[in-house]
């Protein structure tokens, strides 16, 4: 055997050798190297839905990512205001985070949803948010604002509590003060259906109620539950007035740093995700499930004519909001 041929038989032991032992080892002293850490807040803590939501993703995404990512979830804890998290995620300071019922204000695109009873149900909501409507608001964000939509999610229908009397008509809302978030159209919806809108943040309502500085609000009736409106108001009335979209968006140079397999990771858990939080919302938005959920904690639970309420909306609010949104509204309006 010549020296040409020894060394090729040297050098093929060598290799089959190392691939035996299952490739090269690192060197003395060499760790494997740490997992990227994103953090993702929010302003409210479990057991809220959407704080339940990430959760889930921060938990899973970590623990499917073969030890590439650790996402860290702030219920709570890391930013106490819708619009400083936004400002935080924008900026790249943090990788993840949602605007909770404030989307409107963030995104003003997202407002048309919010228009008192244009939205018509759940099936209608999710076909736009998982089909091309919240396709081309991902494309949209992405210019715009310089975000990645995660997902779409929602704080369901809305329904007023109040501290004088259930609700059934739109009569029975004249000459009380009910807090509206601070955004037109929430003052618009309460405005036109015949109460006084009073915008304010979350965090001074409760003391607002027991101080009769407001008679009352509107929130879904897991939020009621979970924020626990019951010790302040006795009476809700299931009138569906307003849909509330949101969504989890990423820092949009985040997103593309990530890897293909990554960001599939997080399309794939952000699905279940999303899917988590509208069942944990739909399945206690009817009559006889808030009943049986807050009637037990002291509230009184009706049924109110929802017809005659989308009636004066269509009446008296959506022609303004029809002008504004235009090919938006017509989209929202035809799609199945």
């Not at 055997?1 to 020894?6: A, E, G, L, N, Y």
């Not at 919240?134 to 929602?154: A, I, M, P, R, W």
């Not at 704080?155 to 029975?172: M, Q, V």
Request: hydrophobic share 40%; net charge positive.
């Amino acid at each position: 055997m010549s020296r040409v041929q020894r060394s090729v038989a040297w050098v093929a032991v060598v290799v089959a050798l190392v691939l035996l032992a299952g490739g090269p080892r690192p060197a003395p002293g060499q760790s494997k190297p740490a997992p990227r850490k994103l953090d993702l807040a929010h302003i409210i803590a479990p057991p809220e839905s959407g704080a339940l939501g990430f959760k889930y993703l921060a938990e899973e995404v970590t623990r499917r990512s073969n030890g590439t990512l650790n996402v860290v979830f702030h219920g709570g804890t890391l930013l106490s205001k819708e619009l400083e998290i936004m400002d935080a995620v924008k900026s790249g300071n943090i990788a993840l985070g949602a605007p909770a019922g404030a989307a409107c204000t963030v995104f003003p695109e997202m407002c048309v949803f919010l228009t008192p009873y244009l939205v018509r149900d759940y099936n209608h909501a999710y076909a736009m948010f998982n089909g091309e409507i919240g396709k081309s608001l991902d494309e949209t964000f992405q210019k715009k604002y310089k975000v990645k939509v995660v997902f779409f999610y929602d704080y369901g229908f809305r329904h007023f509590w109040n501290n004088r009397h259930p609700i059934t008509t739109p009569a029975d809302l004249k000459g009380l003060k009910m807090r509206v978030q601070q955004g037109r159209v929430f003052a618009d919806t309460v405005n036109g259906l015949g109460a006084s809108a009073v915008p304010m943040p979350w965090g001074e309502v409760v003391p607002a109620a027991q101080q009769g500085v407001i008679d009352g609000a509107d929130l879904p009736i897991y939020n009621i539950n979970a924020l626990k409106v019951y010790e302040v108001s006795k009476y809700v009335s299931m009138t569906f007035h307003n849909y509330g979209p949101t969504l989890l968006v990423m820092n949009l140079d985040v997103w593309k740093s990530l890897t293909p397999e990554q960001q599939k990771l997080f399309v794939e858990v952000g699905r279940e995700a999303q899917k988590k939080i509208r069942e944990l919302t739909e399945s206690v938005d009817n009559l006889a499930k808030a009943k049986e959920i807050l009637e037990a904690k002291g509230m009184k639970v009706n049924a109110a004519d929802v017809a005659s309420f989308r009636r004066v909306a269509e009446d008296k609010i959506w022609p303004g909001y029809k002008q504004q949104y235009g090919e938006l509204w017509d989209r929202v309006v035809s799609a199945k």
